[in-house]
């Protein structure tokens, strides 16, 4: 069974601080990992996915990286602010079917 | 945003009581996800359904029902709430197949409290 791990689980930061969010899985034959993000009180929103024959993939001041050898994957973000605050869920998609497995998340906090 | 509401946002129902919680797309996409999201637990899908009439279940589908008769409505109904099912749940939905890579959208969520 597929399981997805979060490392840290909270996180706080000053504002314009580079930041790491880790997040590793056991099952290597997956097809895809994506990362969301998630507000208090709302549902999640995709910022970025990694189809498994990807290395990474970047958005503005996003980029996720993708080794499935080693069933790891990580979200950069460059120069933090205050609006990164949210906590921030990796998931990926594997030969169990039409389902994404999630981590736990990472509650980020950015301080001004 | 993606065109998905549900309702209700918010309910306190008793146990023992049926509920049914009803997802709403406008965006004619195939399939349709119910998730619930709990501390320790992060998200678990529950059921989803790949066309009007045509479901699965998930990884926690033990006490819910789904159900979907037109493409745009997704019902998820718990027979007989127990404590074990407060949680939050989350609908989703997706144009394709998810390791196609195709974005999947989610919803508000609905905030269930069985008493």
């Known amino acids: 069974k597929q399981e997805v791990t979060q490392i840290p689980a909270a996180l706080s930061v000053p504002e314009g601080e580079n930041l790491v969010l880790n997040c590793s899985f056991t099952?290597?034959?997956?097809?895809?990992l994506q990362w969301f993000r998630q507000d208090p009180g709302k549902g999640l929103t995709s910022l970025l996915l990694?189809?498994?024959?990807?290395r990474e993939q970047t958005s503005g001041r996003l980029n996720a990286s993708l080794d499935k050898s080693s069933g790891r994957s990580t979200l950069y973000i460059a120069a933090s602010q205050p609006g990164d605050s949210a906590t921030y869920l990796c998931?990926?998609?594997?030969?169990?079917?039409?389902?994404?497995?999630f981590g736990g998340g990472t509650r980020l906090m950015v301080k001004p | 945003d993606a065109g998905i509401t549900q309702s209700p946002r918010h309910k306190v129902t008793e146990t023992g009581t049926p509920v049914t919680l009803r997802c709403h797309q406008t965006?004619?996409?195939?399939?349709m996800y119910w998730y619930r999201q709990d501390p320790g637990h992060g998200l678990r899908l529950i059921h989803y359904?790949?066309?009007?009439?045509?479901?699965d279940k998930g990884e926690v589908s033990d006490g819910y029902s789904v159900s979907r008769s037109k493409t745009e409505d997704f019902l998820l109904t718990l027979e007989s709430a127990t404590s074990s099912q407060t949680s939050v749940y989350f609908c989703?939905?997706?144009?394709?197949?998810?390791?196609?890579?195709?974005?999947?959208?989610f919803g508000e969520g609905s905030w269930l409290t069985v008493v």
């Open positions: 989703a939905i997706s144009a394709t197949l998810l390791l196609s890579g195709n974005t999947i959208y």
């Open positions: 099952d290597s034959a997956i097809y895809n």
């Open positions: 990694i189809q498994s024959s990807q």
């Open positions: 998931a990926v998609n594997n030969n169990a079917g039409n389902m994404l497995t």
């Open positions: 965006e004619n996409h195939r399939y």
């Open positions: 359904s790949y066309g009007v009439k045509d479901t």
